[in-house]
């Protein structure tokens, strides 16, 4: 029997993580009990030492990537989304509300600031964040540059003032995404979310109420109103993303274009980091991307989490991020010689710790199995490893090669949350630059935003939409009628090595869906060295075929031919191939 895989918990670590490991029969590193580098999950709630990636062996798995900090820390994803704005486009980088760091910026915020004063329009709201908190500590909203008062680096950015409300609350997505690996760019979006609402009704008289303009859940489980009923909303400030899925379904809603234009702003947000940092195919990250619908459906992105909370608050938390954990553990995609660590099935030690492993004992271990050499480096990607856990999941994977009606969940079974609140082998290389300075102009794109919304009232300028919880008329799609067995000989399509190259990584594990690479084109274009412009390009497509499905309901039988967008769809509970929703 293969040794038991082993974690270890920086500062004790998220009970809910500890829990399901141990569940899976995983084991806890405790030091002393065993050896330094006997382990294979590292988890950390912040960064790691640089020296943890360079020292890590094949066998190990950290939670982070060096890189991350770059969208992750308020300022930092500014900055990025500027310089991508300036080399691509703001048409395709407009899901970000203008923003300012201040106090470097103060200058051209007062510039915007006095814009609508000088043009004799309403002025607008303001909100400012510390760029080095989270949780909603130290932020606050303003209409007056007199109320502006900081004392630490602050970024200040267009308060999004007509959100989409539900039944009168202001509520954002907490969006879960995995980048596998940054080379080549791989990401996953979780099918299942939280939608996190503010406990009081939405109002713009009242700025300084943060129950009613934040929808942090650490702040709103304080609220006078956190416990009571709230109308069309439940007990508590979560649901989960099934049940908002099921109330867009009862509004009549197209959803299929709300979850693409999200997962186009997951990727053109990881892509102003991937192609700088060094290679780390060891390692994963879990982020939370904080979304926020306005009153026209527009997503918004606000923030990426670096460490999306993973203990449980109440029972729509832990309905997701249990299921969540355990997707993100199969996605890390151990193989049997990872259970090793090293070695021939080591021997717990109690009173004593294992000898070092040596930096290059492949001599000792030739002839076992087939275990890696153990370079002190980091491991080749083998994108192989990945597709096959995709077999392994044939129970995951059955749900969506059944037939293609979409399985809504009735309300009855969606969680409900009324009752509590809840939640290559080169070790590193020097940041690719290549892309930068190369002018590369690219025409302008409208990102027009289809009109998803068909039985949805739009209130008048200067309101915000506010939505009944109580309709109920289901809107089934036609997309999602097509075979099992199309299905599946369009899989096996996938999953066929391209041109002698290593096969596409799967396209779904657990309900983590595949969003990059999203075809053929972009898995090229990230294969080595990242293509950006033939990246752009590629969503530059997708989103025309996004605006051009607004008009034309797309169907099962659109010609097989389109081999290019071959990637699932993320969101629905079923999705359906994105060659089935959006015209090529
Ligand atoms: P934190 O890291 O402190 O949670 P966020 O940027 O997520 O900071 O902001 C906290 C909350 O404030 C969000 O969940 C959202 O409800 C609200 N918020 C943040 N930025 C905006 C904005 N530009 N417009 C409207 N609401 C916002």
Redesign the pocket.
């Known amino acids: 029997m293969a040794a038991a895989l082993v974690f270890r918990l920086h500062d004790g670590g998220p009970e809910l993580l500890r829990q399901v490991l141990l569940e899976r029969g995983w084991e806890e590193h405790h030091a002393g009990r065993r050896g330094q580098e006997d382990w294979n999950l590292y988890w950390r709630g912040a960064d790691f030492p640089i020296s943890e990636y360079r020292n890590l062996m094949p066998w190990q798995r950290l939670n982070h990537h060096p890189q991350s900090v770059g969208v992750t820390r308020?300022d930092r994803l500014e900055r990025n989304l500027r310089r991508m704005r300036a080399t691509f486009g703001s048409s395709l980088y407009d899901f970000s509300?203008a923003a300012f760091i201040l106090p470097n910026d103060f200058t051209r915020f007062l510039a915007e600031y006095y814009k609508p004063r000088l043009q004799g329009t309403p002025p607008l709201f303001w909100?400012c964040?510390p760029v080095g908190?989270?949780?909603?500590?130290g932020?606050f909203i303003f209409e007056k540059v007199r109320d502006l008062l900081y004392d630490c680096a602050v970024i200040v950015?267009?308060?999004?003032?007509e959100?989409l409300l539900i039944s009168g609350y202001?509520f954002?997505l907490r969006i879960y995404v995995c980048v596998k690996s940054f080379h080549p760019l791989i990401v996953y979006i979780h099918q299942e979310g939280l939608v996190?609402f503010?406990t009081e009704k939405y109002s713009q008289s009242s700025l300084q109420n943060p129950y009613i303009?934040?929808?942090?859940a650490s702040i709103n489980k304080l609220g006078p109103f956190y416990h009571a009923t709230k109308d069309g909303v439940g007990r508590g400030c979560k649901w989960t993303l099934s049940k908002f899925r099921h109330f867009l379904h009862s509004q009549n809603i197209n959803e299929l274009l709300l979850w693409q234009r999200i997962s186009n702003i997951v990727t053109l947000t990881l892509l102003t980091i991937a192609p700088s940092g060094p290679a780390c195919h060891n390692c994963v990250e879990l982020l939370g991307f904080?979304i926020?619908l306005d009153v026209t459906f527009k997503p918004?992105l606000?923030?990426v989490?670096h460490n999306p909370a993973l203990n449980p608050d109440c029972p729509a938390d832990l309905a997701v991020k249990k299921k969540l954990i355990g997707d993100l553990i199969d996605l890390m995609s151990y193989t049997c010689t990872d259970h090793l660590r090293g070695g021939a099935l080591l021997p717990k030690v109690s009173s004593h710790t294992l000898p070092r492993i040596q930096t290059r004992p492949e001599k000792s271990i030739q002839n076992k199995s087939s275990c890696h050499r153990h370079h002190r480096c980091l491991p080749p990607v083998h994108l192989d490893r990945t597709s096959r856990l995709i077999s392994a999941t044939s129970e995951t994977l059955h749900p969506i090669m059944g037939p293609h009606s979409r399985t809504i969940r009735s309300v009855s079974e969606v969680t409900h949350s009324q009752s509590e609140d809840e939640l290559s082998d080169v070790p590193s290389t020097l940041p690719d630059t290549s892309w930068r300075g190369q002018g590369l102009r690219c025409p302008d794109v409208t990102w027009r935003l289809p009109d998803i919304t068909h039985s949805v009232t739009v209130p008048s300028t200067g309101q915000a939409a506010n939505i009944s919880a109580n309709a109920n008329s289901l809107h089934l799609l036609s997309a999602n009628a097509r075979q099992e067995d199309s299905f599946v000989s369009r899989f096996k399509v996938v999953q066929t090595p391209l041109q002698g190259h290593a096969p596409p990584p799967p396209l779904r594990v657990g309900d983590f869906i595949r969003t990059f690479p999203f075809n053929m084109a972009t898995l090229k274009a990230s294969r080595r060295q990242l293509d950006l412009k033939a990246v752009m390009r590629e969503i530059r497509k997708l989103t025309r075929q996004l605006d051009a499905s607004q008009s034309t309901t797309m169907g099962p039988d659109i010609s097989d031919k389109q081999e290019d967008l071959d990637s699932l769809l993320w969101g629905p509970k079923d999705p359906p191939l994105l060659r089935h929703c959006f015209k090529a």
């Open positions: 308020k509300p909100i964040k908190l989270s949780r909603g500590r932020i950015q267009k308060y999004i003032s959100p202001k954002d996190r503010a303009h934040l929808t942090n904080d926020l918004w606000l923030e989490n």
